[in-house]
Structures are given as C-alpha cells and as structure tokens.
C-alpha cells in the first residue's frame, strides 16, 4: 500500500514552465512502476507519462514528449514531472498513480494539483 500527494500546481504562461511533485508514503518497491495522468474538465483521464522506479525507464503520452520529463528520487520517495513549453491544453489536473504490479494496474491515487495554463 502506498499512499501518494501531489504539489506543484497553480497558474502559468504559455510557453512556461513547472514541475509538480508526488511524495510516496509507505514501503516503495523497486518493482513499482509511477505514473503521471491528467484531465481536464469534460474530458477523459489521459496518460501523461510513466516511470520505473527501479532503472528510470520512462516512456510518455504523444501530447508531452518532447516538453515532459518524470525522474524520481528513491531515496525520498519523490516522483517529479517537469514540464516545460506549457500549452494552454495542458490545463487540467494532474494526478500522480502507482502500479504496484498486482495486476490491477494503477490503483493507487493521489488527490491530484491544478495546473492551469494561460495563453
């Protein structure tokens, strides 16, 4: 079990830039795989982009690669989403997710921080 909270979110420019955090409370694994996801109001939860917590694969959603970076630091339980040359569409908000390797895929939510891009 893993409980995560997310910060970092508020407003910012387009073509500015912000990076959010989620701090991991409980036992982390190395197996565990983090996820970033956002949505915007009316619209469905979209994958932003996922790491693993043990070798740093990361791999993104085709709307932020290029301008999106996740990193983590173990040694604080920490997961980073930097994101960089915001656009307006990427308003909404953003949640933090942990795959466990369970199978159930991620099921494990944080309560999610605002990012709101202005143009």
């Known amino acids: 079990q893993v409980q995560l909270v997310e910060s970092g979110g508020g407003l910012v420019q387009a073509g500015g830039s912000l990076r959010l955090s989620c701090a991991a409370s409980?036992?982390?694994?190395?197996?565990?795989?983090m996820g970033w996801f956002r949505q915007a109001p009316g619209k469905e939860r979209e994958f932003v982009g996922a790491?693993?917590?043990?070798?740093?694969?990361?791999n993104y959603g085709d709307s932020v690669k290029g301008r999106f970076t996740i990193s983590r630091d173990n040694a604080k339980n920490m997961v980073y989403l930097q994101m960089n040359n915001l656009y307006p569409e990427d308003t909404g908000a953003y949640y933090c997710?942990?795959?466990?390797?369970?199978?159930?895929?991620?099921?494990?939510w944080g309560q999610g921080t605002q990012v709101t891009v202005s143009s």
């Open positions: 409980g036992r982390m694994f190395s197996s565990y795989r």
């Open positions: 790491i693993s917590w043990s070798s740093g694969y990361t």
């Open positions: 997710a942990a795959d466990r390797m369970t199978g159930r895929g991620y099921d494990s």
